[in-house]
């Protein structure tokens, strides 16, 4: 949970099955003027508007940065993930901006090429690794041999030989292919359409 009062942004984090019940209860509490604080989070990062550096939109999140407590040339940062779409999560950022009645410096820049490629590629290793281990239990069943199960994930090989008693090489190879392209064309399209962080550089606070 996002949100400010006059004299800072704060971010709440609820915990536990009835999470969004709790919700409900500690924005009532706050709109009412109870303290972010004593409102009943599980955890609670308060960061005052003359502490803010700068707010950042990404994908699928909005970023506070503030300097440590003990270390002001260190920087911290808090994290905001939200469903909100990317023009949603700048008006959200302006707000923010707004309330502190700082000066406000706004600039967009490219998502770091490692940070893009990051996704895909985990996946596709993961893709990869898997289409591997089912053809290699095919070709053995293919070719006559028993296979035993080893280790103590033997629920996992099971799985892993239904599998690939089912598909057999060859239709194993063409699914685990189409997946790595999928990931690879994925790959291709956020390189030349990469996605953009929106910061909110905010000017000295007033004393």
Not at 18 to 42: F, K, L, Y
Not at 91 to 110: F, L
Not at 147 to 160: D, S
């Amino acid at each position: 949970m996002l949100g400010i009062n006059s004299e800072a942004a704060f971010l709440l984090t609820v915990k536990g099955a009835s999470a969004q019940a709790a919700i409900r209860q500690i924005e009532q509490q706050i709109a009412e003027g109870t303290d972010p604080t004593e409102a009943g989070a599980s955890s609670v990062v308060v960061i005052p508007f003359s502490k803010l550096r700068r707010i950042q939109v990404g994908v699928r999140r909005l970023q506070l940065d503030y300097p440590d407590e003990t270390d002001e040339a260190r920087e911290r940062r808090a994290t905001f993930k939200t469903k909100a779409n990317f023009a949603q999560r700048q008006v959200i950022a302006q707000e923010i901006a707004r309330a502190t009645g700082r000066t406000v410096t706004e600039s967009s820049v490219d998502l770091g090429l490692l940070t893009v490629l990051r996704g895909p590629a985990v996946f596709a290793v993961l893709t990869a690794g898997l289409t591997w281990l089912v053809y290699s239990f095919a070709a053995d069943i293919e070719a006559g041999k028993n296979v035993v199960l080893q280790g103590q994930r033997k629920g996992f090989q099971q799985l892993i030989i239904w599998l690939a008693s089912i598909l057999g090489t060859k239709v194993t190879l063409a699914i685990g292919g189409l997946f790595l392209a999928g990931w690879i064309g994925l790959a291709i399209l956020w390189v030349v359409k990469r996605p953009q962080i929106h910061r909110l550089e905010l000017g000295p606070a007033s004393d």
